[in-house]
C-alpha cells in the first residue's frame, strides 16, 4: 500500500496538472485527464466475469497492476522523442489503459480483501494501511515538488524532463508495489454460480443499495466538477509554484494521517453512515470555501 501510494502521488493530482500545463494542455483535456481515472472503473463490470472465471485473483490483480503501470513508462520517455502535441496524446492514452488495467486490478483486490481481512476489524485495519499509505505519500509528493521547482532547472534544459524523472521513479514504486502484493496470500475463492449479469443485477434490488449508487452518483459528480482544476487554479490563476501545491496537499494529507486511525475506530464503533453524515457536508463546505480565495 505504502508504495502503491507513491506512485500514485507521483503521477497525479498537483504534478500531473503541472505536466499537462507545461505542454500547453487546455482545460478540456485537463477535465478529460480526471474523468479518465472515473470512466475506467466501468471496466470492473466485465472484471467481475474475469474474477469468477479464472479464480484467481492474486494472479488478476498482480498483471493488471504490473501492464497498467507499465504505461508511464511510455508517457515518461515520451518528452525525449515526440513534440508537445504528441506527448499530449501519449498522455492520455497511457492514462486510459492504467486506469483500465487499475479498475480490473481492484475488482479482484477488493473480492480478496474482504475475504481476507476480519469484518470486525476492518476499518481499523485499513485506517491503520491507508494512514502509512499517506504518510508515505506525503513525503515523495513534497520531495518531488522541491526536485521539480529546484533542482531539475540546474539538471535539465526541458523542464518537461523532470515531471518524466518523476514519473520514472513513480514506475519504479510501482513495481516495488506489485511485488508485495504477489507476496499477500489468498484465501480459497468459491465463485457464484449465477451468470455475470445476474451477479451485477442482484445488488440493485436491495433499496439501501440503490439510494448508495444514488449518494455515490451526486457525489462524485459535484465532487469532480471542481476538484481536478484545483491545481490548475491554484498554479494558472493565483501563480503558485508547483512545492507550494503539493505542499497544500501535503498538509491535507497529513491531516488524513492523524485522523484516518480514529476514523477506522469510530466507524468500527458508531457505524460508517454516522461518520460520513458529519465528515461529507464538512467536506462540501470546504469547496465552498474555494469561492472566496480571490476576494
Known sequence: GMASQAMASLTGSGILVAFALKLEASNSLIGLLAAIPQLAQLAQLPAVGIVNRLRNRRGIAVFASLVGRMSWVAIAVAPFFLSSQAVLTTLVAGMLISSILGAVANCGWNSWMHDLVPTANIGSFF???????????????????????????????????????VFLVAFAFGIVG????????????????ESVFDTIRR???????????????????????????FSVYMLSRLGMSLTWVIGLTVLGRIV???FLRQWGSFADDISYKSVLAVSAPLFLACILGWTFTTF
Open 203 to 229: 445488488p440493485f434490488q436491495d433499496k439501501n443499495f440503490r439510494q448508495l449508487v444514488h449518494f455515490l452518483a451526486a457525489w462524485n459528480f459535484a465532487i469532480y466538477l471542481a476538484t481536478p482544476f
Open 127 to 165: 485506517g491503520r494501511r491507508i494512514s502509512l499509505a499517506t504518510a508515505t505519500g506525503v513525503a515523495v509528493s513534497l520531495t518531488a515538488g522541491l526536485f521539480v521547482d529546484h533542482v531539475a532547472p540546474n539538471l535539465f534544459q526541458n523542464d518537461v524532463y523532470a515531471y518524466s524523472t
Open 178 to 193: 506489485v511485488y508485495f502484493i504477489g507476496q499477500i496470500p489468498e484465501p480459497v475463492f468459491e465463485p457464484t454460480p
Open 256 to 258: 488524513n494521517v492523524v
